[in-house]
């Protein structure tokens, strides 16, 4: 009974900091953007309403890059509290071991990790939202793209020369998806004029070359006059967005897009850090209620200025690793998906060693 009403004291004292922190911070830092940025809005014609439904929208996204650092505040301040009005040093005596007194933050951080991949998940669209009410896609789009290249679905690229959105038109366009071999053979469309036809949503292919390549000196080639292709499924307007951003696209989505990247000769080491910081950034609440716990158990009565100190050294140490370990990935030093792990096998690393040292 009397391990239950400690555990729950625990939790319930963790769970405080760590709603107020994952909450707090990020509302900080919208009201903080929206102050920078009102004017913009306001002089582009954009309603008070959509401004805040849109921040609203971005709330997703900034929870999810604070949880790690909601974790870190809620163990170092939990634990602090109670080492300071020697709650710690009066479970020590009652029999209970640094590591049983643990369980319940070990407990918690796993749920906030759980949190945060099921967030990862949930902020992309609600992203794209944010960006569409404040009208982030149009200011970045015109009428007409020249000399572009365009990466859809299912491994298909498209080179387009001129994209005409007022004339619903393309000119000059290659549309390529790589193949395999003999069952799944790379095709290669050109066309001199495509129209779309805003009924029906199609794309009419005018006056161009077909070409199936089966093998290195297999190739079936054959000119048409006019052809309709189902996988051009994108719309004029579609074409020309320009292509979104890692926190704009979910894992699965981002990890098909590294794909059609990399198939059609692009690089895409720096994107499959970031789509692999989709795991680890949530993992890292684990990690950092492994490294914070001992740290405060082995500095008895420590003050709340030393509490702040560490939360801050901290994630400023933690962030700093991150951005060095992405441009280490991104140009190609260590693999890509392990440039996204190393702060985390880092502090994993010394979290053991100080839990093995902890006070028990």
């Not at 951080?109 to 998940?121: P, Q, R």
């Not at 994630?315 to 060095?324: K, P």
Request: aromatic share 10%; with cysteine; net charge neutral.
């Amino acid at each position: 009974m009397i391990a239950q009403i400690l555990d729950r004291y625990i939790l319930r004292e963790w769970l405080k900091i760590f709603v107020v922190t994952a909450f707090g911070f990020p509302l900080i830092v919208l009201l903080i953007e929206l102050a920078d940025n009102l004017d913009d809005y306001l002089v582009r014609g954009l309603e008070p309403g959509a401004i805040a439904l849109a921040y609203v929208f971005s709330l997703p996204d900034k929870i999810f890059l604070i949880l790690p650092a909601a974790v870190l505040f809620a163990t170092v301040f939990s634990l602090g509290s109670m080492s300071r009005h020697s709650e710690l040093a009066a479970a020590k005596a009652s029999g209970r071991s640094f590591y049983r007194m643990f369980v319940p933050i070990f407990f918690a951080s796993v749920m906030a990790a759980g949190t945060g991949f099921m967030i990862g998940e949930v902020a992309p669209p609600a992203t794209r939202r944010h960006l569409e009410l404040l009208g982030e896609q149009e200011t970045r789009s015109s009428t007409s793209k020249y000399n572009f290249v365009y990466r859809a679905e299912q491994g298909w690229t498209y080179a387009i020369r001129v994209l005409e959105v007022e004339r619903n038109r393309m000119r000059d366009v290659l549309l390529e998806r790589e193949g395999t071999g003999l069952e799944y053979p790379t095709l290669a469309v050109q066309a001199r004029n495509v129209q779309h036809d805003t009924t029906t949503g199609g794309w009419t292919l005018d006056d161009g070359r077909f070409r199936i390549i089966t093998g290195e000196s297999n190739e079936l080639s054959f000119a048409y006059d006019s052809m309709q292709m189902r996988s051009l499924a994108e719309t004029p307007a579609g074409l020309l967005i320009e292509p979104k951003k890692p926190q704009e696209m979910r894992y699965a989505e981002l990890g098909r897009y590294i794909d059609a990247l990399e198939r059609s000769g692009g690089d895409g080491r720096q994107l499959t850090v970031e789509r692999a910081l989709k795991i680890a950034v949530p993992f890292t609440c684990i990690i950092i209620a492994i490294f914070a716990a001992p740290l405060v158990a082995t500095a008895p009565r420590a003050t709340g200025a030393f509490g702040v100190a560490v939360s801050l050294g901290t994630t400023i140490v933690f962030l700093l690793l991150v951005q060095l370990s992405r441009a280490i990935g991104s140009g190609g030093g260590i693999l890509p998906e392990l440039a996204a792990w190393i702060p985390n096998m880092l502090f994993g690393v010394v979290g053991l060693v100080l839990m093995r040292k902890a006070p028990t």
